[in-house]
């Protein structure tokens, strides 16, 4: 059985799209009476940062984007992101190429053609080293959102 996905756009008060992301249609998720089709914020992660973590990396450069912008706004346990990986057969690679390849990296993030008012690479670098650390190190611990402020469109 094929999964359902469909896009979900995310606009500023004057309108101007700011990232658009798929989302998984066969989950579904209650907030109070709402009811929301899709799949959480912690699975997109959690499938975000094991990319982050591998050789993939140059290929999904966008996802350095998308675990910026939504580490700045999610409160979850690296612990629980890693239950998650393994629940849905991910793997949590060593980070090489993020720590070591610092200048293909920019280079792959640099081409991304579908993002308007893409952040600095060098800013969204210094949030995901923090944001990623527990992750490289293995650490259990909370992670919570402000880590520093999203701030899209500016360059």
Not at 131 to 145: G, S, Y
Request: aromatic share 10%; charged share 30%; glycine share 8%.
């Amino acid at each position: 059985m094929e999964s359902k996905t469909a896009g979900l756009e995310f606009f500023d008060q004057q309108g101007k799209k700011l990232f658009m992301m798929d989302i998984n249609m066969d989950a579904v998720t209650n907030y109070g009476e709402g009811v929301i089709k899709g799949v959480g914020v912690d699975d997109i992660l959690a499938d975000k940062i094991s990319v982050l973590s591998s050789k993939r990396i140059f290929r999904r450069a966008k996802d350095l984007v998308d675990v910026y912008a939504f580490s700045d706004c999610t409160e979850t346990t690296t612990c629980r992101l890693i239950e998650i990986m393994n629940r849905k057969g991910r793997v949590l690679d060593d980070y090489d190429e993020f720590i070591n390849r610092k200048s293909n990296l920019e280079h792959a993030y640099n081409r991304l053609r579908n993002v308007e008012g893409k952040p600095d690479f060098s800013g969204v670098y210094k949030q995901l080293e923090t944001f990623l650390k527990p992750f490289i190190e293995k650490n259990c611990q909370p992670l919570k959102h402000g880590v520093t402020t999203v701030e899209f469109g500016k360059r």
